[in-house]
């Protein structure tokens, strides 16, 4: 059986850093602000995908505090890894 993605596109979403965790350490990947999060528990490694297609390394094993910050600068507009010029 799969295990949906969950999904926080809007700003004030109502899943909190500690769901987000949680869902991760479960094995679903999230999707915030346009960005794929995944844990790779076997590397112990958060892996992300940017709205651009850039694939990188957020951290090792997810936290509330990281996730919190995170949620934080993505509402704020931040991207992650490269993006285009503008």
């Known amino acids: ?11 004030g979403s109502s899943l909190t ?13 999230i999707t915030i ?7 790779d528990d ?3 490694i958060v892996w992300y995908t940017n709205p651009y297609g850039i694939d990188g390394i957020l951290c090792k094993r997810p936290s509330v505090e990281r996730f919190r910050k ?3 600068e993505l509402e ?5 890894g490269l993006t285009p010029l503008k």
């Open 76 to 80: 704020r507009g931040r991207e992650l």
């Open 1 to 11: 059986m799969k295990i949906p993605d969950l999904r926080i596109d809007e700003p």
């Open 33 to 39: 602000h346009q960005h794929y999060f995944v844990f």
């Open 70 to 72: 995170l949620m934080y």
């Open 42 to 44: 076997a590397d112990e």
């Open 17 to 29: 850093p500690e769901q987000i965790v949680d869902a991760l350490f479960a094995g679903r990947s």
